[in-house]
């Protein structure tokens, strides 16, 4: 019996000695009523906005190069090791050349190629981009040493090798050729290219033989150093590039192949195509970036007729820019590759689309669930309330009958007691409780009035 001549009745835990209540709720099936429905539409967004995520990019691609023995071949083995670093296997491709390589992005047979500026007339498609150009690659034109050739007019009658079909040697040879009424018709034109057009060339089996490459080409450099041929100075270079915009002027310095033996003997005027790095417009957006990084490693400390840091570039393209190669030259690499792993940086990339959902659902529900929960928990305590002030407001009527009231105040301690609340809570079920023992004590004093 209490204060206010009502008893409390308790069970207790026999091992640790604490009151409980065999009608009490769990806090976490409080929590569960209020904030699930909550965390059911947040999660309901979360996979309606999972429907626009970006698919993941694939860990294999595949790079459409050159002859085994060319630069772009050397430069697609450079790009596989970087790839590799970040767990992409990049499928080195050994191609006839540039012709070819557009053919093969075209049939969706290669991902990204490496493409000669001159070429790109071989393509019809609007499907093909670039993702910068990357070098310049000069056209050498060698021929024989005791020939004199001032210019390709010279080679009227003469045996040429210019490339097979499908490389961007052949296209370019025989642009130039035509310009000065070079053709099959009066010269003999071979598929001859690389190693064995240099040695045709040595063993003086031709006359005169294209080239179009790095100057780090072994079989270029080969030719370079020989006493027996000799290297085409391009007078006329600022005519081409007037009619070719893809062409491009390049100067080789006297004595930089050879200081000891002054080699070239002259400066020496050249023309240039800008090498391409080509892709198919479906490439994943996030390889683009990270291919554009292996070029940066590759190609940024320049050359002969390169400054460092010139390349890669958005310049001398073939190809229109993608949209992502030009936010990389304005701004760099992406922010998250720049200090995640690749896979980390484009996992977070592709579930940024999720953060709308996130905080379109989850701002408002932060707000309005805690008010709820409170409305809740209170509602529990403050559902009594009336009818303990209907008690006690008819308890000075006469007509009231005491007894029937204190039946109905029992029944509501009875069902009060029962009540389960938080902690934070129980001040204000408490408060409940001894405003009931009041009008109690109020309905005492008028029974024994």
Not at 192 to 204: I, N
Request: glycine share 6%; no cysteine.
């Amino acid at each position: 019996m209490n204060a206010s001549g009502y008893s409390v009745s308790w069970d207790f835990d026999n091992d640790k000695g604490k009151p409980l209540s065999s009608t009490q709720q769990h806090p976490f099936r409080d929590h569960l009523h209020i904030f699930g429905p909550g965390i059911a539409i947040t999660l309901l967004g979360f996979l309606l906005a999972f429907q626009f995520v970006k698919p993941a990019p694939p860990d294999q691609i595949t790079i459409a190069t050159g002859g085994m023995e060319g630069a772009y071949s050397l430069f697609g083995q450079q790009y596989r090791d970087y790839l590799k670093r970040e767990n992409i296997e990049l499928r080195v491709l050994n191609t006839k050349g540039s012709v070819e390589n557009i053919q093969l992005l075209e049939s969706g047979k290669a991902d990204i190629a490496f493409v000669q500026g001159g070429t790109e007339e071989s393509s019809k498609s609007e499907e093909l981009i670039s993702l910068g150009s990357l070098y310049f690659e000069p056209i050498w034109v060698f021929h024989r040493g005791d020939l004199t050739l001032e210019q390709l007019t010279g080679l009227d009658s003469s045996k040429i090798a210019i490339g097979p079909e499908g490389s961007g040697t052949r296209a370019v040879a025989l642009q130039l050729l035509s310009d000065n009424s070079i053709t099959d018709a009066n010269a003999e034109l071979l598929e001859l290219s690389g190693r064995p057009a240099a040695d045709a060339l040595l063993g003086g089996q031709i006359d005169a033989a294209f080239f179009v490459a790095s100057p780090q080409s072994a079989v270029v450099r080969a030719l370079l150093d020989s006493t027996e041929i000799a290297l085409m100075n391009f007078k006329r270079a600022d005519a081409y590039t007037r009619l070719h915009r893809y062409l491009s002027p390049a100067v080789l310095p006297e004595g930089v192949i050879n200081l000891r033996h002054n080699l070239p003997r002259q400066e020496t005027r050249l023309l240039a195509a800008s090498a391409n790095l080509v892709a198919h417009q479906d490439l994943h957006p996030a390889l683009i970036d990270l291919l554009l990084q292996a070029a940066s490693e590759s190609h940024g400390e320049g050359g002969w007729f390169e400054q460092a840091g010139q390349f890669p570039s958005p310049d001398y393209l073939i190809f229109p820019l993608s949209k992502e190669a030009k936010r990389f030259y304005e701004f760099g690499p992406p922010l998250l590759q720049r200090y995640l792993p690749f896979w980390a940086a484009t996992l977070v990339d592709r579930l940024k689309v999720m953060l709308l959902p996130l905080l379109a659902l989850m701002i408002p529900l932060f707000k309005v669930m805690p008010p709820i929960y409170r409305w809740r928990i209170r509602s529990r305590i403050y559902r009594w309330y009336r009818e303990v002030l209907e008690i006690d407001r008819h308890s000075d009527a006469q007509e009231t009958k005491i007894e029937v009231a204190m039946e109905e105040l029992d029944a509501i301690d009875r069902e009060v007691s029962k009540v389960s609340v938080p902690l934070s809570y129980a001040e204000e079920l408490y408060d409940l409780r001894l405003h009931i023992g009041l009008v109690r004590e109020k309905l005492e004093r008028l029974r024994n009035g």
